[in-house]
């Protein structure tokens, strides 16, 4: 009886945030236009609100991104490209541009999905009420365009206590210029073979 109840506490604490798993097919090895020229308000500097309809976003994300971001979807635990992913660098709002994270407050939570402990500004995250699945939790939205990203917990390491368990389809990624320039300076310096 004591194995089934630890079997069943197990298996409730990694489905924490995967209630609302997708049917949607997703093809992994697609890469996303980082340069998004069908999205016209996809900015990593305009701070302005977006306001667009469900059909608006529908013709400008990729389906994967608009299940999550609009439909408030949820990936599978531990199928996102940035969950075991340590560069240096910023995260983005996938459907906006916004910033959202800085890669020094990523962590490994264990949940299966990219996890932080401080949004890169207070305006960066909407946070709102869900009771969806029979649970309370705290819903995280993007600051910007209101997109779906995950949900926060009090469960993360110091100095906030905190956990953003975000999806990782609805993520962006760029890699620290500082980092970047001094890559870039080494590949100069080595020679020619």
């Not at 995967?18 to 990593?44: E, F, G, I, R, W």
């Not at 306001?51 to 013709?59: F, I, N």
């Not at 541009?97 to 299966?112: A, E, I, R, V, Y």
Request: glycine share 6%; proline share 6%.
């Amino acid at each position: 009886m004591r194995r089934i109840l630890t079997i069943i506490i197990i298996a409730a604490a990694c489905q924490q945030c995967s209630y609302s798993q997708s049917s949607l097919k997703t093809n992994n090895h697609s890469k996303m236009d980082s340069t998004k020229k069908d999205n016209p308000v996809y900015s990593n500097s305009d701070t302005s609100k977006v306001a667009m309809t469900d059909e608006e976003w529908k013709k400008v994300l990729p389906q994967d991104v608009y299940y999550i971001a609009r439909m408030k979807g949820t990936e599978r635990p531990w199928t996102s490209k940035y969950e075991n992913f340590y560069d240096k660098g910023t995260y983005y709002c996938a459907a906006c541009g916004n910033p959202l994270f800085k890669s020094d407050t990523k962590f490994d939570s264990g949940c299966g999905w990219p996890s932080f402990y401080e949004p890169i500004s207070k305006n960066s995250i909407i946070y709102t009420p869900d009771n969806s699945h029979g649970m309370t939790r705290t819903e995280t939205q993007c600051g910007r365009c209101k997109a779906h990203l995950g949900h926060v917990f009090n469960d993360g390491p110091p100095p906030t206590g905190l956990r953003f368990c975000i999806n990782g389809v609805v993520l962006d990624f760029a890699t620290a210029q500082e980092a970047e320039k001094k890559y870039n300076e080494k590949q100069k310096e080595k020679p020619n073979n």
